[in-house]
């Protein structure tokens, strides 16, 4: 039998050969990874204790993943590679909202609230009202549709990574918009914030000086039948960090007016008022 010597000119055409003869489409993206990392050991040429680094670095990444805190899914947003999935796979028409990425302090079981409701638990910070609209794009209103809302308290804190000091869901809610395609709920004025350095990713990037300021946000999710899935931010406009936001999802569409409010019409000293506008899902789009 003839064999192949595994060379340093030829290693990652030994190992795609080797994934040509497997099945299904998980081959194909593993061949382009294994094209790009042997790239980039050739390129940075590291010693065997730099690699050992490495693997130890994603090894203490895994260890810090659980059902509450995902450090995957933060050293991917960070490294711009979700914001990449998100433009590559949910293109839409212009005036429609665009998506970004969910973040990784997303909870999937926040608790339903009826329209008006204060998903602040603790009533700690600045009072804010936001009222919004989901529409198509023709402008006519979404009715029926969930709306899942998450966010960081004015410290910029979310709700699970202070589990001892902040209530279960504080700051989380999920609505139903009604007739009109309307939903409100009250809450608190929400503070930016450094990525946690508290983390194996957070102290990585932080050690090398990388950019890890976000600037204040609410975060949505919106579903509804027949609609392709909103999942997106609503940033203040106000924020001077707008222009350096570490998970690269701020777009002009998604900037909010913080408006300051009497405290007497909506019962808050400040008020934001958005509308969020879906495309049907691809196969039932109208042709252009």
């Not at 929400?190 to 990585?204: E, Q, S, T």
Request: charged residues 25%; negative net charge.
């Amino acid at each position: 039998m003839t064999t192949t010597s595994f060379t340093e000119a030829d290693s990652a055409a030994l190992v795609i050969e080797r994934l040509a003869q497997c099945v299904g489409p998980l081959p194909a993206f593993l061949a382009a990874l294994v094209r790009h990392v042997h790239q980039a050991v050739r390129e940075t040429r590291p010693t065997q204790a730099d690699w050992r680094r490495a693997i130890e670095f994603l090894t203490e990444v895994g260890h810090a993943s659980d059902d509450k805190r995902q450090e995957w899914v933060l050293l991917s947003d960070l490294l711009g590679v979700s914001a990449l999935v998100e433009e590559i796979n949910t293109r839409r028409p212009k005036g429609a909202t665009p998506n970004t990425v969910r973040g990784p302090f997303y909870r999937a079981d926040a608790p339903r609230l009826a329209s008006g409701a204060d998903i602040s638990l603790d009533g700690i910070g600045e009072p804010l009202v936001v009222s919004a609209r989901v529409t198509d794009l023709d402008g006519q209103p979404v009715a029926g549709a969930t709306v899942e809302t998450w966010q960081a308290n004015a410290q910029g804190f979310y709700e699970n990574q202070q589990p001892d000091l902040q209530p279960e869901f504080n700051l989380r809610g999920v609505f139903t918009t009604d007739a009109g395609g309307g939903f409100s709920y009250r809450t608190v004025r929400p503070g930016g914030y450094a990525v946690p350095c508290d983390g194996p990713v957070g102290r990585m990037l932080h050690a090398i000086g990388y950019p890890l300021r976000r600037p204040a946000h609410l975060h949505f999710i919106i579903t509804a039948p027949g609609f392709e899935t909103i999942s997106t931010h609503v940033y203040d406009g106000q924020d001077p960090h707008l222009a350096e936001d570490a998970l690269f999802g701020v777009k002009q569409e998604l900037v909010g007016t913080f408006r300051p409010d009497d405290g007497a019409a909506k019962g808050g000293r400040w008020s934001l008022d958005f509308t969020f506008v879906m495309v049907r899902a691809r196969k039932e789009r109208k042709p252009a």
